[in-house]
């Protein structure tokens, strides 16, 4: 008899998310985690403490910027770097140590140390090797670096470094203009940091609504982040103080340099599944080292699961979760399903940018039919009060049918107020629906209304 049910490998938002839900459809689990606290990359060194940062240094950006506006007067905080940092890892603990107690409320054995796979149905942890009847792999992603770029993570860093910089420095040059490299460089720029972007593509966030992307740059340019579009990053070079980068701008194809005390290097993520023994198993990799994986979850190995960012498919913390709970339920006998046409994107800046469904350039180039309701957050009383009211809502319908393909925003809580528009998109609701839907005033939400409103008779406050 196999010792587990079902064991995971890595605690990270899919590993742990599949185990609980494994555990409370009555398997027995185990998770394998090396790392010292769950939760992995999101919880320890990306998502979560992103987060902790990006809200103090939104807070102190208010005292600077609105508080005098608003009639609150007096000495300007200074920023306790040493503190800013206690604070972030604080609510890193804090989380890590809520998914410790969840493993042991649903009885989630927590096996510690770093796993391989010596055989299918084995799992080996140090010397000790334990069996299961089924495996699922939750290792996550790395950050993938440049040819020519070494990370040290202390001078040219990953954003892992950027969480944890020894001091706040005087400049800094973001390598990709992505989410990582938009989130990290805000959090620095309102610090007082001298951010320089520097983009391959033309645009930055690509794959997003381009309107919402030139919006976002123009905002983010306010608000003192400079970008370099159109230059590819051909090398690093650390000097005594700091370092030099290297690029080649494409339309002129010229070089030229920048020099900054910090680097990051934000372009891309890969799999993270060195060391677990794939390859002499046999399993089949897919494009960057996915791996590949059947409509269940399952690898070309019987028994063997993959889930999250080491799969193909948007490397986002949620994804994973809908992948680790529906390859839960396939284990449990259930039909587990995740709906990837689905899956909101959101980028934790001010204003925050958020997205669903399919963008306008997606639809052009498959040649379908849309019309396109967009409401400006200059016409929302609620965002005009909080200094927020310079982006707004664009919804996507079908022409004919009226049903919400997309939506985009850019603006004050876009990462919250997308989900209404992902439940009505699951439950297949036309624009209609929405702009049919009250909504309380005033709040926010009431763009994403109004938006709908302009897919049909047109929006009252534009
Ligand atoms: P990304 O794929 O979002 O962006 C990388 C950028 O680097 C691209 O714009 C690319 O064109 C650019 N680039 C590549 N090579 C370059 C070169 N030689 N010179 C100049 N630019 C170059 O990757 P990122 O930001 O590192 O994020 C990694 C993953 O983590 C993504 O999948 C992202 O979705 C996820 N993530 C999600 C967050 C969220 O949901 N809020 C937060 C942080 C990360």
Same mark, same amino acid.
């Given at each position: 008899m =196999?010792?587990?049910?079902?064991?995971?490998?890595?605690? +990270?938002?899919?590993?742990? #998310?599949?185990? *609980?839900?494994?555990?409370? &459809?009555?398997?027995?689990? =185990?998770?394998?985690?090396?790392?010292?606290?769950?939760? +992995?990359?999101?919880?320890? #060194?990306?998502? *979560?403490?992103?987060?902790? &940062?990006?809200?103090?240094?939104?807070?102190?950006?208010?005292?600077?910027?609105?508080?005098?506006?608003?009639?609150?007067?007096?000495?300007?905080?200074?920023?306790?770097w040493t503190k800013m940092q206690g604070y972030k890892d604080d609510v890193v603990q804090a989380n890590t140590k809520g998914i410790e107690f969840l493993f042991k409320k649903n009885k989630v054995t927590w096996i510690r140390g770093w796993a391989t796979i010596p055989a299918p149905g084995q799992v080996k942890v140090g010397e000790e090797t334990h069996t299961a009847k089924a495996i699922v792999i939750a290792t996550g992603s790395e950050a993938s670096s440049l040819p020519g770029v070494t990370v040290d993570e202390e001078t040219v860093v990953t954003s892992t470094g950027a969480l944890t910089l020894g001091r706040i420095p005087k400049s800094m040059v973001v390598i990709g203009a992505g989410v990582i490299g938009l989130e990290m460089g805000s959090v620095y720029a309102r610090l007082g940091t001298a951010v320089t972007v520097i983009e391959y593509l033309d645009a930055i966030t690509p794959g997003m609504d381009a309107e919402v992307a030139k919006t976002f740059q123009r905002i983010l340019t306010k608000q003192g982040l400079a970008f370099v579009l159109g230059a590819a990053v051909q090398s690093v070079t650390k000097a005594r103080k700091g370092a030099t980068v290297s690029y080649k701008v494409r339309k002129t194809d010229t070089e030229a340099t920048l020099d900054a005390e910090i680097v990051l290097v934000a372009t891309g993520r890969k799999p993270f599944t060195g060391g677990l023994g794939l390859e002499a198993l046999g399993v089949e990799t897919g494009p960057r080292g996915t791996v590949k994986t059947?409509?269940?979850?399952?690898?070309?190995?019987?028994?063997?699961?993959?889930?999250?960012?080491?799969?193909?498919?948007?490397?986002?913390?949620?994804?994973?979760?809908?992948?680790?709970?529906?390859?839960?339920?396939?284990?449990?006998?259930?039909?587990?399903?995740?709906?990837?046409g689905v899956i909101p994107g959101v980028i934790y800046t001010t204003p925050e940018v958020a997205n669903v469904g399919l963008t306008e350039e997606q639809l052009k180039a498959e040649g379908r039919a849309y019309k396109v309701g967009r409401f400006p957050f200059m016409g929302n009383a609620r965002a005009k009060a909080v200094f927020q009211a310079e982006g707004f809502v664009k919804l996507i319908a079908d022409a004919a049918t009226d049903r919400i393909l997309g939506c985009h925003i850019i603006g004050p809580g876009a990462g919250d107020l997308i989900h209404e528009v992902c439940v009505a998109m699951e439950f297949g609701a036309a624009a209609q629906d929405l702009a049919l839907t009250s909504h309380a005033h005033p709040t926010w939400s009431e763009a994403v209304r109004e938006a709908a409103l302009a897919c049909g008779d047109g929006a009252i406050h534009a």
């Open positions: =196999a010792d587990f049910d079902t064991i995971i490998i890595g605690a +990270g938002p899919g590993g742990y #998310v599949a185990a *609980i839900r494994a555990a409370q &459809l009555g398997q027995k689990v =185990a998770c394998v985690e090396g790392r010292d606290t769950l939760g +992995g990359t999101c919880l320890n #060194v990306g998502c *979560i403490p992103s987060k902790a &940062l990006l809200h103090a240094t939104h807070m102190l950006h208010e005292t600077q910027e609105n508080f005098q506006k608003m009639g609150l007067i007096g000495t300007s905080p200074k920023v306790d059947d409509a269940h979850w399952q690898t070309n190995i019987p028994g063997l699961y993959a889930i999250g960012d080491c799969v193909a498919g948007p490397m986002l913390a949620h994804k994973a979760e809908d992948e680790g709970m529906a390859v839960a339920e396939v284990l449990s006998g259930k039909h587990g399903h995740v709906n990837y």
